[in-house]
């Protein structure tokens, strides 16, 4: 099975603009989760998505949004960029089911200028 | 106040040495999840843990479950410059009472095993 790819693979932006990054699952997989890791603070959940609907939200602000399509494809959008955004936002793909592992793709690096 | 603690945060040793690294929480977790992440790359799954005193084996990688699935450690023995990477440990707990899990990460043990 193929892994999950995240595109684009790098990114640089200016603050203020804003940002829409993809993910596609391992095929069969129904959740999608996303991830920004940052050397300060670590692997820091995002939002998940279940069949095309928010299920779980993490701690941040509302100009990080996502959603699911009906193929389990999945976008992240961040809006009105800040320089604290940039970091490595990671994709996980999941079958969600008790032990909940997480497949991840090779993220993408966001550069906020 | 993060939820998983790790340590050591960074550790160099040299080829051949043994290590532990210790993944310790004051809440009870369903599973727990050790990963592996190389520079530029996304983490990948090493092993899950269930049960409580759970002991898996991964060649040179044994990783235990605490008894009362609150903590974990994974020992590394002979350890090779292959396993250099970050290592993060992942607690899957229940969201309101359901079939829905959310996993939260700790900030992982940067491992460098030098030649």
């Known amino acids: 099975k193929a892994g999950v790819t995240q595109t684009p693979r790098y990114l640089i932006k200016t603050r203020g603009q804003q940002v829409t990054l993809s993910c596609s699952p391992i095929s069969g997989h129904r959740s999608v989760s996303w991830y920004q890791q940052t050397p300060g603070q670590g692997l820091q959940f995002l939002f998940e998505?279940?069949?095309?609907?928010?299920?779980n939200k993490g701690n941040f602000p509302g100009r990080f949004s996502g959603r699911q399509f009906s193929n389990s494809r999945s976008e992240m959008n961040v809006s009105t960029l800040e320089l604290g955004d940039s970091a490595l936002y990671l994709c996980?793909?999941?079958?969600?089911?008790?032990?909940?592992?997480?497949?991840f793709g090779p993220g993408t690096r966001l550069t906020v200028t | 106040t993060q939820l998983l603690e790790q340590s050591p945060q960074f550790l160099s040793i040299q080829e051949g040495e043994n290590l532990t690294v210790y993944c310790n929480s004051s809440s009870v977790f369903s599973s727990l999840q050790w990963y592996r992440q190389e520079p530029g790359e996304g983490p990948v799954l090493l092993v899950t843990?269930?049960?409580?005193?759970e002991v898996k084996k991964l060649k040179r990688l044994t990783f235990q479950f605490g008894d009362a699935r609150k903590d974990s450690s994974l020992h590394i023995t002979a350890a090779q410059t292959g396993d250099t990477g970050l290592y993060l440990c992942?607690?899957?707990?229940?969201?309101?009472?359901?079939?829905?899990?959310?996993?939260?990460f700790g900030k992982g043990t940067l491992l460098t095993v030098n030649p």
């Open positions: 992942a607690g899957a707990m229940a969201v309101s009472g359901g079939s829905n899990y959310k996993l939260t």
């Open positions: 843990v269930v049960t409580g005193g």
């Open positions: 998505y279940f069949s095309e609907t928010q299920r």
């Open positions: 996980a793909s999941s079958l969600a089911g008790t032990s909940y592992e997480q497949y």
